[in-house]
């Protein structure tokens, strides 16, 4: 079991991550506006916000969002596109685009073509995709939100624009993967040719392979000896169908080092709760579908997401580059439900979850470099908010030698609360809100910070007088 807690506050120079804003802590939010049209609100410490700011002061620094050519419900097209690439950029986040050449869902199942290509001939069916891409792209550039990363079709292992680009099965042939290579490439160029001088646009091709590296090798295989370029791979995984995290860390460390690509997790998740709020059923709602040692709550979706992200950064060569939560603020609304509702970073009201502070970066400036091996404590504590004291509670594995320092919002240290060796099990101690000299702090935001054989873990401690 993969563990590593480490949550801080990203504003703050001392914790500043050398490196990490190129890494991306991503969300897929593109249910995001037709949640808030049917009346879903979104708020944190009981405060309605903008979900985007919630998001930004969580530590997320990356936004996906699908573009359909001509969705029949008017979401997720290219006027919706625009309009929020220009609330993404506003919030300071990076804009990850997934065209998925179709008007609805294009996933393993389903790539339909969209209905105005239907009746297409394959030469024209290359142009449409040039000039789509192209269009988007120009698009976006001209009201100065150019996307920082594109997919090229949405989980591909069976091609995309069905037939002409499928690759499985009967349609597993040499001149099928020449054509999804021609397919790819086009999209691609118009997408490049739409970009100014100074973008530095990406692109990525995704499939749903996570914990399979044999569907994985074979897709990449097959997809590069079409001499065909693309800058990352991207990979869907979830638990309940992909495997376990050691098998997306065996798949994602074998593509490092077999193609060396950039590598992202451009699509994952895990359950808050497997309780419903709504009259739709759940894709996910059994404990059959959750890992073990990772329950459906909070601490369990904090978990998953903390050793997913592990696992990207500790690609080999650095090739890493980062995930992306699928779907993070689809809650259920009157108008509109949800089948996602357990998966999201909100309670069913649209409070913000603590989950959601797993994006934050990791720990540097305490201390040695970070380290994001696994880690052999956890650290929680209660109450939080808190006055006038809080207990902090942290369970040790092994033997260690341990200290539990107080810090404020800038950095510095309040005070040392132990600084000694302890045996494993669970312990505490209480954080009465005072100073080393024994006087009381003002209200504010404090860190605990746990260091133990050279590894960290830190949480947010708010009191308020």
Not at 37 to 60: H, M, P
Not at 93 to 105: N, Q
Not at 331 to 352: K, M, R
Not at 403 to 430: C, F, P, R, W
Request: aromatic share 12%; net charge negative; with cysteine.
């Amino acid at each position: 079991m993969i563990r590593t807690l480490v949550i801080i506050l990203a504003c703050l120079p001392l914790f500043a991550q050398q490196g990490e804003d190129n890494f991306y802590r991503g969300i897929d939010v593109s249910f995001l506006q037709r949640v808030e049209d049917a009346g879903g609100t979104f708020k944190k410490n009981g405060v309605q916000r903008d979900a985007l700011e919630i998001f930004a002061e969580s530590g997320v620094n990356a936004v996906r969002l699908r573009i359909w050519n001509n969705p029949t419900e008017g979401y997720s097209d290219l006027q919706k596109t625009l309009e929020f690439a220009l609330r993404v950029k506003a919030a300071g986040l990076k804009l990850l685009l997934d065209f998925h050449y179709s008007d609805t869902w294009a996933d393993p199942g389903n790539q339909t073509k969209p209905a105005a290509w239907v009746n297409l001939d394959y030469a024209t069916l290359l142009d449409s995709v040039y000039a789509y891409s192209n269009r988007v792209t120009a698009a976006l550039v001209a009201q100065q939100t150019p996307p920082d990363l594109v997919q090229i079709g949405n989980e591909i292992i069976c091609g995309m624009l069905w037939n002409e680009g499928r690759v499985c099965d009967a349609f597993n042939t040499p001149q099928q993967w020449g054509r999804l290579a021609q397919l790819i490439g086009r999209g691609a160029q118009g997408v490049q040719d739409a970009l100014s001088s100074t973008d530095s646009t990406k692109i990525m091709i995704h499939i749903d392979r996570g914990g399979d590296n044999g569907s994985s090798r074979w897709f990449f295989d097959n997809l590069l000896s079409q001499n065909i370029e693309f800058d990352m791979i991207g990979q869907s995984f979830y638990p309940w169908w992909h495997g376990t995290l050691a098998d997306l860390d065996a798949n994602l460390t074998d593509l490092a080092n077999r193609y060396g690509k950039e590598i992202v997790v451009v699509e994952t998740a895990y359950p808050w709760t497997l309780n419903f709020g709504d009259n739709f059923n759940n894709i996910v709602g059994s404990n059959s579908q959750l890992l073990s040692g990772y329950p459906a709550s909070q601490n369990g979706q904090r978990w998953f997401v903390r050793d997913v992200l592990n696992i990207v950064r500790n690609l080999p060569n650095n090739l890493g580059r980062g995930i992306f939560y699928w779907e993070a603020a689809w809650i259920p609304t009157p108008q509109f439900g949800s089948v996602w509702e357990n998966l999201a970073f909100f309670d069913f009201a649209g409070n913000a979850l603590g989950s959601m502070d797993v994006f934050l970066p990791p720990v540097t400036g305490i201390g040695d470099s970070p380290d994001y091996s696994v880690s052999s404590f956890e650290l929680t504590s209660y109450p939080n908010p808190f006055n006038p004291s809080t207990t902090v509670e942290f369970n040790l594995e092994r033997v260690s030698s341990i200290e539990l320092k107080i810090y404020d919002s800038t950095g510095k240290l309040v005070q040392t609360l132990l600084n000694t060796t302890m045996q494993a099990g669970t312990h505490s101690v209480i954080w009465n809100g005072l100073n080393s000299s024994g006087n009381s702090v003002a209200s504010g935001q404090y860190w605990a910070v746990l260091t133990s054989n050279g590894q960290q873990a830190n949480i947010p401690l708010v009191l308020i007088r």
